[in-house]
Antibody, heavy 123, light 108 residues
Framework: QVTVKESGPELVKPTETLTLTCSVS??????????VSWFRQPPGKALEWLAH???????LYNSSLRSRLTISKDPSKGQVVLIMINAAPTDTATYYC???????????????WGQGTLVTVSS | SYVLTQPPSVSMAPGKTARITCGGD??????VHWYQQMPGQAPVLVIS???ERPSGIPARFSGSTSGNTATLTISRLEAGDEADYYC???????????FGGGTKLTVL
């Protein structure tokens, strides 16, 4: 069964660095053509795309958050990591990761999604 | 940047057909995907590439695009279809994943 699962801290203080991990199962990040994106959803608000990493390690970032984000992967651990620096209360959200294939990036949707992890930024 | 516009809410009676629209400049030239998000749950892909249903999605769900509007159609509505629905495209100009603002479907 193909699954992804997010993990990270429940509470982060303002200005701290937030590190989120997406652990995959049922497929390998070493497989050619496998990509992963990170998303977030503030309480009661819409989905927002954050960052993407392709199978060849190329990356893309939401331009509004580019300076604060770093996405990377460790295929040996089956993990994709998103680092967000300088956290702020406006970063309070449920964070999701999801898989897509490189060849589907223009024509396909993200599937599956993880259950999400809620991160609160507060002092 | 590319913008997708959805109505905030749609209401329809059980057994009827609901249509949720997603407006975007020349969206017909892009591949549109739709996600269902139940309260407190993760999004689930229900329509891919404008009109393709992933495995396990009921045939009551269908999608279409034309001109500046994409439409998710849910026929024979059930109470269990109540959820938020999001449209999504990949904007090749900005290389960004773009979501609509979401539509809350109420089955009453």
């Amino acid at each position: 069964q193909v699954t992804v699962k997010e993990s990270g801290p429940e509470l982060v203080k303002p200005t701290e660095t937030l590190t989120l991990t997406c652990s995959v199962s049922g497929f390998s990040l070493s497989n050619a053509g496998v990509s992963v994106s990170w998303f977030r959803q503030p309480p009661g608000k819409a989905l927002e795309w954050l960052a993407h990493i392709f199978s060849n390690d190329d990356t893309l970032y939401n331009s509004s958050l580019r300076s604060r984000l770093t996405i990377s992967k460790d295929p040996s651990k089956g993990q994709v990591v998103l680092i967000m620096i300088n956290a702020a209360p406006t970063d309070t959200a449920t964070y999701y990761c999801a898989r897509i294939f490189d060849y589907d990036i223009l024509t396909g949707g993200f599937d599956p999604w993880g259950q999400g992890t809620l991160v609160t930024v507060s002092s | 940047s590319y913008v997708l516009t959805q109505p905030p809410s749609v209401s329809m009676a059980p057994g009827k057909t609901a249509r949720i629209t997603c407006g975007g400049d020349n969206i017909g030239s892009k591949s549109v995907h739709w996600y269902q998000q139940m309260p407190g749950q993760a999004p689930v892909l229900v329509i891919s590439s404008d009109s393709e249903r992933p495995s396990g999605i009921p045939a009551r769900f269908s999608g279409s695009t034309s001109g500046n509007t994409a439409t998710l159609t849910i026929s024979r509505l059930e109470a269990g279809d109540e959820a938020d629905y999001y449209c999504q495209v990949w904007d090749t100009t900005s290389d960004h994943v773009i979501f609509g603002g979401g539509t809350k479907l109420t089955v009453l």
